[in-house]
C-alpha cells in the first residue's frame, strides 16, 4: 500500500501542467522566457532539536508557476479576498504534505489519557497569490485525509526502523479516518524598508492569516525581521500549516542574496483536529489551549536558481497538560527547472 501511495503522489506531481511566466509591471512578476517552474521542498522535523514528540514531523513538495489566469474555481475563491480582484496575472500552486504527531512518549502502547493522540494527515494544497515589493496577498485551499489512511504508522516505523530509533508503540490509537478540507487566507505588508540592490540592510514586516475547516480553524498575526546582503523581495521561507508560511517565490538572478531572520507569531485557536480528536465520533483528544505563540529564527541563502533555508521554531504548549513546550527545525531547498 505504501508504494501505490508514493506512486499516486509522484504521478499528481508529474501531472501538474506547466505555464510560461509573464511580465505585468503592476504586479512586479517575473520574467522569464522558458517554460520553468519553481520547486520547493520542505522538511519539518524536531529532530533538529534532538526530540521525538508532538509535531514530529512535515514533508512539502509545492510546485509553483505563473499563469495568466489561475484555474477558474480558485480565481474564484481568491476574488472574494482583498488584493485579487486587479491582479493581472496569479502564481498557481500546487503542493503534496504529509505531517505526523505523536504523544511525548512513543514507546508506551496505551492510549495517553492527558496528551495529544497520535495522528497524520496528507493533503493537496492549492494556492494562488499576489506578490509586490511592499506586500504579498495568498488564498490556499487544502483537501486531505487524516487517519490511517494517511499511513503515519507504516512511515514512521520504516524510518525508526532504517535510523534505530525506538519503535512507536501506540499508532493503535490513532485518530479515525476522517477528510479535511480548509480554506485559508494570508496577508503580508513590509512597514520598514531599509534595503537596497547589492548592498547591506534590513527590512520589517508585519503578518496576519485566517484558516478554516474541520482539521484548523484560527487566526493568525506576528512580525519578522530580516538582515542581510541585497535582500530579495520575498516575505521569508514557507512553512507548513498551522504556521503561516512564507512567501515561497524567489527570482532567479546572477548576485547572490544572503540574510538572517526573526520573527514571532501568535494564534488564536479555535479547532485542532491534531489535538481535540475527530470531529464526528472516532478518537477523542486533549484540551486544546486557545492562544499559542511562537518564535522561530533562520537564515536563507539566495544564488542563481537555487535557493536553501533553515528555520528553527520555539513553540509554546499547544494543550492542557502538555509537558513543555516544543522546538524544532525546518529546512527548505528550492529551484527553479
Known sequence: MLKQ??????????LVPSWSIAQHAN????????????????????????????YTSGVRATRIALAREAPSWLESVANRFPGFSEA?????????????????DIENPAFP??????????????????????????VRVGLGIVGPAALGREIQTNVHRLIGSPKP????????????LSVGYDRFRRVIDRSQPQQFGFDVSLLAGATAGNALTHLTGGSFLRVGQNLPDDFGPPRITPAVSGSGFFRPGT???????VGTEARLVGRDLFIEGNTIGGRDGVDARRIVGEMYAGVVYTHN?????????????????QLDSQDYGAFVFSFWW
Open 169 to 180: 508503540r501506540g499508532w493503535g490509537s490513532q485518530l479515525k479516518n476522517e477528510p479535511t
Open 255 to 261: 548576485e547572490r542574496s544572503f540574510y538572517a531572520f
Open 27 to 54: 504586479d512586479g512578476l517575473l520574467i522569464t522566457e522558458n517554460d520553468e517552474s519553481l520547486w520547493i521542498i520542505e522538511y519539518e522535523n524536531d529532530v533538529f532539536a534532538g526530540q521525538d514528540r508532538y
Open 305 to 321: 536558481r537555487l535557493r536553501l533555508a533553515y528555520t528553527h521554531v520555539w513553540r509554546n504548549r499547544e494543550f492542557e497538560g
Open 88 to 104: 493581472t496575472a496569479l502564481p498557481y500552486a500546487l503542493s503534496i504534505s504529509h505531517n505526523m504527531f505523536t504523544p511525548a
Open 113 to 138: 489519557p492527558d496528551d495529544r493522540p497520535y495522528a497524520a494527515w496528507f493533503q493537496l494544497g492549492f494556492s494562488t497569490g499576489t506578490l509586490h515589493p511592499r506586500g504579498a496577498d495568498r
Open 5 to 14: 501511495w508514493i506512486g499516486l503522489l509522484t504521478t499528481a506531481a508529474l
